[in-house]
């Protein structure tokens, strides 16, 4: 073989191979920013519905909250469901979208995840806020797209389905899950609130950022819906 033919294979090769290990980089970064917006469309849309600075301080979401009923809705940052399909304890997904692709060692950490509703009675009057609607804890990253097991839930508040009252609007219900402000990967040891409305704090619009707060938590992830009764 003519030694220019070598050299233009070699050449050609060598391009082949720089090629493909850039679409590899391009497609990584892909993912890496497909993470990012997701991350940061979380934490804008509780910006627009007021969640942050109403129900938490801002924070910049870590990882996704995926909630799904047993009626096949989704909480999907806003989106509103008919009360009557949020009967049920949903299933959770808590995962790190930037490794969630790949198999990874999930964190030993525990989370928690809560439900609050600020807007009790009425957002334009939330004199019992919050309202505290399930708090569920020994919550670990979801490895694949499987969901948390009920089963492997610990309840500190039993679940209690949202019921917004007639005529009171679209009441926002929020999902927060906390991770220990310490980083242990020991067992917590959580309080539960002594009453439903405003935490057991006696105070309105108190309830989950006090509650955590006290429990060394910090958000780490959310999702929300509204809900309104049908008779408005
Ligand atoms: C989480 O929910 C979003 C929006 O509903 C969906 O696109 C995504 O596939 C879900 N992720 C997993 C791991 O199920
Ligand atoms: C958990 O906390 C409660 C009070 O907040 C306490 O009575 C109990 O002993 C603690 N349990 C453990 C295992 O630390
Ligand atoms: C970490 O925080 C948890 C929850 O507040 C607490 O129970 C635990 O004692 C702390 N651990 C350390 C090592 O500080």
Redesign the pocket.
């Known amino acids: 073989m003519h030694i220019s033919t070598i050299y233009m294979r070699m050449t050609l090769w060598s391009s082949l191979l720089i090629a493909s290990s850039l679409s590899i980089v391009f497609e990584a970064q892909q993912v890496l920013q497909d993470a990012a917006s997701s991350l940061a469309d979380v934490q804008h849309e509780l910006k627009i519905a007021e969640i942050i600075p109403t129900v938490i301080d801002d924070f910049a979401p870590s990882l996704l909250l995926n909630v799904t009923w047993p009626s096949d809705e989704p909480a999907e940052l806003g989106n509103t469901i008919n009360p009557k399909l949020l009967q049920k304890m949903p299933s959770l997904q808590l995962f790190d979208p930037l490794t969630s692709s790949s198999p990874v060692p999930a964190s030993d950490m525990q989370y928690t995840v809560a439900l609050t509703d600020p807007d009790a009675p009425s957002r334009d009057d939330p004199e019992w806020s919050e309202i505290c609607h399930w708090i569920a804890t020994n919550i670990h990253l979801t490895e694949s797209e499987s969901p948390i097991l009920q089963k492997d839930l610990t309840e500190v508040m039993e679940w209690k389905p949202p019921g917004p009252p007639p005529k009171t609007g679209k009441h926002r219900y929020v999902f927060l899950a906390f991770a220990?402000?310490?980083?242990?990967t020991?067992e917590?040891?959580?309080s539960k609130p002594s009453d439903r409305q405003h935490w057991g704090t006696g105070e309105e619009r108190h309830g989950v950022r006090q509650w955590a707060d006290e429990?060394?938590?910090v958000p780490v992830a959310a999702n929300f819906i509204y809900s309104q009764n049908k008779k408005q």
């Open positions: 220990p402000a310490n980083g242990t020991d917590l040891n959580l429990n060394g938590l």
